[in-house]
């Protein structure tokens, strides 16, 4: 069982910037991507960002394009979430992911296997 915590949510102004970390417990061969979701009590869980973890590819939900950036380090079995120029919209538990297993989109809840707890990011207007 691969545990994920993530951390780095707080309160901030619209405009203003979080960022936001998560680390495994362990990564292995078959971890595929990594990636962060965010919920709202209004809506269903959303994807916002992935990573190729041996890789250097990322992917980015519309509402988030150009204003997030995802990272991960390697050696650390972490990965981050820089969120710049946040809005009130960007309210949300986010929560960290990981896929192992092939097959499902990776923009999908469905195609990942394990998944933190979540840290609340909340952005005052």
């Known amino acids: 069982q691969v545990q994920l915590v993530e951390s780095g949510g707080g309160l901030v102004q619209a405009g203003g910037s979080l960022r936001l970390s998560c680390v495994a417990s362990r990564t292995t061969s078959s971890t595929l991507f990594m990636g962060w979701f965010r919920q709202t009590p209004w809506k269903e869980r959303e994807f916002v960002a992935a990573i190729v973890w041996r890789g250097a590819s990322t992917y980015y939900g519309d509402s988030v394009q150009g204003r997030f950036t995802i990272s991960r380090d390697i050696a650390k079995n972490t990965m981050y979430l820089q969120m710049n120029s946040l809005k009130p919209e960007d309210t949300a538990v986010y929560y960290c992911?990981?896929?192992?297993?092939?097959?499902?989109?990776?923009?999908?809840?469905?195609?990942?296997?394990?998944w933190g707890q979540g840290t609340q990011v909340t952005v005052s207007s």
């Open positions: 992911a990981q896929k192992r297993r092939l097959g499902g989109s990776l923009y999908t809840v469905g195609a990942y296997d394990d």
